[in-house]
């Protein structure tokens, strides 16, 4: 996905459980330890994130600054079987450590997501943990809580979706949660776990844009679909204008 990256670091460590490797920026930390990525770990500092109807996410009060923490879960079925236990197909195919590079090219090509500090996984027989650990945002609401409140910046949330899609950013779950704005209307996109860069074409763009009006519709609360929909139109003239403009 990218060339080589002087900053990028690669730790493995062996415990009682198994053994695994952190991944992390060493311009933005030193070492971190496998204990970071529990928030046990962390005691009070770790406060669960209420928003967005998930688990497996704190937010982190290090000493040095704030910082997200997020487990990879399992939905669906496979849920039932192991909340947060993956497969292992080799380390090439570890989620944390392709998301966190992901976010790196990300930041590459000067686009708003998050400081990516570390990935994290243990490898426990044939199954696998893993763990991510990010810069946090402060001061920033997700779209869909704007929208509930009717005060939604559609048009910057049109612009900020087609920039990262002009970018060739198809995200895996583009939804009402993963889009944030602050005050003053900057956006950030997050959550890039099982997304890539592919060339732009309008068939993934489209389920992309079908994906995020379903969760829109979803999270309306008191709203009727079509106030939903009237919204959603703002957001998808702002995309095609920005898209056809080409930046």
Do not use: C
């Amino acid at each position: 996905m990218s060339g080589f990256d002087a900053n990028e670091h690669l730790t493995p460590f062996r415990d009682s459980r198994g053994y695994g490797a952190i991944l992390f920026d060493r311009s933005q930390i030193r070492q971190p330890e496998p204990d970071w990525f529990s928030p046990a770990h962390w005691g009070d500092a770790a406060q669960p994130v209420e928003e967005g109807g998930r688990g497996g996410a704190w937010f982190i009060q290090t000493g040095e600054g704030d910082a997200f923490l997020r487990h990879y879960l399992r939905g669906g079925m496979a849920a039932s079987l192991s909340r947060d236990g993956h497969l292992w197909r080799g380390v090439n195919r570890v989620r944390s450590f392709a998301e966190f590079r992901l976010m790196r090219v990300l930041r590459e090509k000067k686009l708003p997501v998050p400081m990516p500090f570390a990935a994290w996984y243990r490898r426990e027989g044939l199954q696998y943990r893993a763990a991510i650990l990010l810069q946090r945002l402060p001061g920033v609401q997700p779209l869909a809580v704007l929208a509930a409140q009717d005060q939604a910046p559609w048009e910057a949330a049109g612009l900020l979706v087609a920039r990262f899609h002009r970018a060739g950013l198809d995200h895996a779950d583009l939804n009402a949660h993963n889009l944030l704005f602050d005050d003053e209307g900057h956006g950030w996109m997050i959550d890039f776990d099982r997304s890539q860069l592919r060339i732009p074409a309008t068939p993934w763009r489209e389920a992309n844009l079908q994906r995020l009006q379903r969760s829109l519709r979803k999270q309306r609360g008191d709203r009727s679909v079509e106030q939903v929909d009237a919204g959603f139109a703002q957001l998808r003239a702002a995309y095609e204008a920005t898209w056809q403009r080409g930046y």
